[in-house]
């Protein structure tokens, strides 16, 4: 009986030590958020669409590399690419209904709204327009066939 009762104390003890240690850890570190830019647009939403190609640009006045990747933006404007830029005071809704949580976020999407490609944070002048000529010229960057040898 005295056995018993023994094991039964060690286990209470085992059991109340290892609660305290998990207490004492405190909670998991929170998951990174993973930021995306959205799938699809509405080309309704954004005024200026007109062109084949639709290029948006979401900013935040308060955010100073937004504007420079909005600036570099509009530098793609042509009859067949539209541009816009949808700063988060003035357009909150926009915002949210695409699911916008870091800026600058800046999509390139056909004249069906479909994103085809995206960017997330400062870019370069050069990387936008290689993303547009990617998909005007859908593979023309980075298939096998594309990259081989001149001769």
Request: glycine letters at 6%.
């Amino acid at each position: 009986m005295f056995q018993l009762l023994l094991a039964c104390v060690i286990a209470a003890v085992i059991i109340a030590v290892v609660r305290w240690q998990q207490n004492q850890r405190g909670a998991d570190s929170p998951t990174q958020p993973s930021w995306q830019f959205p799938a699809q647009l509405d080309p309704a939403d954004f005024a200026a669409a007109s062109g084949q190609w639709l290029v948006v640009v979401f900013t935040s006045s308060t955010c100073s590399t937004c504007a420079d990747v909005a600036e570099k933006a509009k530098v793609l404007a042509s009859p067949a690419v539209s541009v816009t830029t949808v700063d988060y005071l003035e357009h909150v809704e926009l915002h949210e209904r695409y699911g916008i949580d870091a800026v600058p976020t800046a999509v390139i999407a056909d004249e069906s709204g479909v994103v085809r490609r995206g960017f997330i944070g400062p870019v370069t002048a050069t990387d936008l327009w290689a993303g547009l000529a990617e998909v005007r010229d859908s593979g023309s960057a980075g298939s096998p066939e594309n990259c081989s040898p001149s001769e």
